[in-house]
């Protein structure tokens, strides 16, 4: 018999006030693998306290790193004595972050030997564009009794070009090309905030990376890299969410510590529903201010800078109640719609066509019981939750401590009703 956790959601109340967001959990978890690179120490600053981020520390500390907590978001790591290149596989697969120990790990010893990456499962993940990104540095990839094995005698400069955007694949070939010799593009790579953070990273420890943030990105490798202090960008998915959390609830609340334009994809769908949305320097501001003015919207999850993949789900909660039809389509990923069961169970009018969801909006939801399929998922059982009466009780909610720093805490705040109980685990759903 097995004590978990769930939350008690307890809904009904507009949220508002004020939060202050956390540093971005999609950019530290590549920046932590890259330290790998640099025999020296790095101090990382405003990392998010999550288990994602506590589990590839212990991953480094296991490979020989140093780690050494200053305080809940400040870490320094030494990697200089790193003297493996074999991460313990049953921590990898805990994780999908993970795979990019394979790129930092052949960038250091050319050569790694893997076990295949876990965490959210929401259809399938293919490596091959990773692998193809080695090769073209002159690694030889190959499986071996299950784990993924790549060795090159030495590393130099290629030319990549990726068929579709990928945001893993991308940031592989950023930390394998840093060390290799000569001068590596990548072409169609991926643009998102975390993989500029990445590069940011690295350039302020020695590198020589341009073109982070476009379609082409430059490494000239070779460069002697050294340690150094670095700021871990604040989290758009999690400010996103709370943006979301606002407009579902009819709230009013101004997140603090953002980059304004990382959220403007957001900011201008919410706005398009009839939200209100007001930028500063490094705030935003999300009311709703006539309730009868909200319309349906359709909405497609692109890599960026389209709508985030990792924003869909929360904002087809917050489309499930607003009058009308609403549509949207998922062409990220292939399976991405399994949360929906759970806010039909919430009375949620919700329609799976493939990779289309077609919302017709309903007066209201009901608390149920529900659980997180996933970590964004999570996240949207939470916003459901609140906004409806009653008690809404979510499990398996792990999933949302791997990415959220804090979470129900940050919704009491604003007025949310969220309680955290342990449970037998034959009572969970």
């Known amino acids: 018999m097995c004590v978990l956790e769930k939350l008690l959601v307890t809904g009904g109340r507009p949220l508002r006030g004020s939060v202050m967001i956390s540093g971005a959990k999609n950019a530290a978890v590549a920046i932590i693998p890259a330290c790998i690179l ?13 288990k994602d981020v506590k589990l590839y520390l212990r991953i480094l500390q296991n490979l020989g790193a140093a780690v050494k907590y200053i305080d809940d978001n400040t870490v320094e790591i030494d990697c200089t004595d790193i003297n493996s290149f074999e991460p313990q596989g049953d921590l990898t697969r805990r994780m999908r972050g993970s795979s990019y120990l394979m790129g930092a790990l ?3 010893f050319s050569q790694f030997m893997v076990d295949p990456p876990g965490g959210c499962d929401f259809g399938t993940r293919p ?4 692998i193809m990104s080695f090769e073209a540095l002159g690694a030889d990839i190959k499986t071996e009794r299950g784990m993924i094995v790549g060795k090159a005698d030495e590393l130099h400069g290629g030319n990549i070009y990726f068929d579709n955007v990928t945001v893993g694949a991308t940031i592989n070939a950023i930390l394998a090309s840093v060390t290799a010799n000569g001068t590596t593009v990548i072409e169609n790579a991926a643009r998102e905030p975390h993989i500029v953070d990445l590069a940011n990273f690295l ?15 430059r ?4 460069a002697a890299l050294h340690g150094g202090t670095y700021a871990v960008i604040p989290d758009q998915i999690e400010a996103g969410t709370f943006m979301v959390a606002a407009a579902a609830t009819r709230g009013d609340i101004t997140l603090l510590n953002v980059i304004p334009r990382h959220l403007e994809i957001i900011g201008s769908k919410l706005q398009q529903a009839g939200v209100k949305v007001e930028y500063g320097s490094d705030t935003a501001r999300v009311w709703v201010p006539d309730k009868a003015a909200l319309k349906p ?23 499930t109640t607003i009058k009308g039809t609403s549509t949207a389509r998922e062409a990220v990923w292939d399976n991405r719609f399994r949360y929906v069961n ?11 066509e493939g990779q289309l969801a077609i919302i017709e909006g309903v007066d209201e939801l009901y608390a149920a019981h529900v659980k997180a399929t996933d970590l964004r998922a999570g996240a949207a059982m939470i916003i459901a939750g609140l906004m409806c009466a009653g ?17 129900e805490d940050k919704f009491v705040r604003l007025g949310g009703r969220i309680e955290r109980v342990q449970v037998i685990e034959d009572d969970i759903i």
């Open 106 to 108: 052949l960038g250091r």
């Open 391 to 407: 008690t809404t009780h979510i499990t398996n909610i792990y999933h949302i401590d791997r990415g959220y720093e804090h979470f």
């Open 342 to 352: 759970e806010l039909k169970r919430m009375g949620a009018s919700i329609h799976v």
């Open 38 to 50: 640099i025999k020296d120490k790095c101090t990382l600053e405003n990392l998010p306290d999550i």
């Open 127 to 130: 490596i091959d564009k990773h």
């Open 219 to 222: 490494v000239k490798g070779g």
């Open 203 to 217: 350039n302020a420890m020695g590198a020589n990376i341009r073109g982070a943030g476009t379609d082409t990105i």
């Open 297 to 319: 919207i359709s909405f497609t999850a692109l890599p960026y800078p389209g709508f985030p993949t990792d924003m869909q789900p929360q904002l087809v909660t917050f489309l």
